[in-house]
């Protein structure tokens, strides 16, 4: 007897879908508070750390802790996003998934509304503690710092969706860090000035979209208002995760016998 291989339909997208993978994937990390607090705490830390580091120094602690809110949001979503998925590709889970009436789209909008609404919660605590407590000095309103972060924890959330397809096991899922991760970190001006650096970084900086947030949060910090400069940083990150969301979703399967 032979086996039908025509690729099953692909079930339309559903609101209660999506609203039910994201409740099991939250109700299985609530269940795992060193990684909830990987999330929610790390960053707080490290920018109380950095804090301290600049001490005598606030004016150097405003730029550099300014761009570290774009930057913590994507490393920790990434790391965390890309070996939870992981977990669920290599145990069955995902393929389980997919052999149900459960769309593609249900499945990764699902999984970015689940690590979406932890980022809202990190990237909004990482912000309160830097502004009030640590007293971040900035120009525009704290709203714009609050939006960069949270666009920069969702790009973080759709690479590592996308890069899971890629791991075999959760060590290889972390050795991707390296490779997505440190060149943005390298490049994205938070050391060297980005006109300061030889063409080719330069232009290779201009493709990565780390170099957006870092941007964005310093246009805040520099302006009392809404710049062009701004509207094109945001839509960058924005459109830039959306489009890994959407890469990520090709590399689901659904296999059919």
Same mark, same amino acid.
């Given at each position: 007897m032979t086996q039908s291989t025509a690729p099953a339909s692909t079930p339309p997208l559903s609101p209660s879908r999506v609203l039910a993978t994201a409740h099991r994937v939250l109700r299985q990390l609530s269940?795992?508070? #060193? &990684?909830?607090?990987?999330? =929610? =705490?790390?960053?707080?830390?490290l920018l109380v750390l950095l804090y301290y580091v600049f001490d005598g120094d606030p004016r150097a602690f405003d730029s550099v802790g300014a761009s570290l809110l774009?930057?913590?949001?994507l490393t920790t979503m990434f790391l965390v996003t890309s070996i939870a998925t992981l977990r669920e590709r290599t145990s069955g889970t995902l393929e389980r998934l997919l052999s149900? @009436?459960?769309g593609k789209a249900d499945l990764i909008l699902g999984y970015a509304l689940a690590f979406g609404t932890l980022a809202v919660l990190q990237a909004s605590l990482a912000t309160a503690v830097a502004v009030c407590l640590l007293d971040l000095e900035f120009a525009g309103p704290a709203g714009l710092l609050l939006?960069? +972060?949270?666009?920069?924890?969702?790009? !973080?959330?759709?690479? !590592?969706?996308?890069?899971?397809?890629f791991a075999a096991t959760e060590f290889q899922a972390v050795q991707f860090m390296p490779a997505v991760i440190f060149p943005q970190l390298l490049l994205?001006? =938070?050391?060297?000035? $980005?006109?300061?650096?030889?063409?080719?970084?330069?232009?290779?900086?201009?493709?990565? @979209?780390?170099?957006? +947030?870092?941007?964005?949060? *310093?246009?805040?910090?520099?302006h009392p208002d809404v710049t062009g400069d701004y509207v094109r940083d945001v839509l960058v990150v924005g459109g830039t995760a959306l489009l890994v969301l959407v890469l990520g979703a090709? &590399?689901? *399967? #659904? $296999? &059919?016998?």
């Open positions: 269940h795992d508070p #060193r &990684t909830v607090a990987l999330l =929610l =705490l790390l960053p707080v830390a774009g930057i913590f949001p149900m @009436p459960l939006l960069v +972060a949270l666009l920069d924890a969702l790009l !973080g959330t759709a690479l !590592g969706l996308f890069v899971s397809a994205c001006g =938070l050391f060297v000035p $980005r006109d300061s650096m030889q063409p080719v970084l330069e232009a290779v900086s201009n493709v990565l @979209p780390m170099s957006y +947030a870092v941007h964005g949060m *310093r246009e805040v910090l520099a090709a &590399t689901l *399967r #659904r $296999r &059919t016998a």
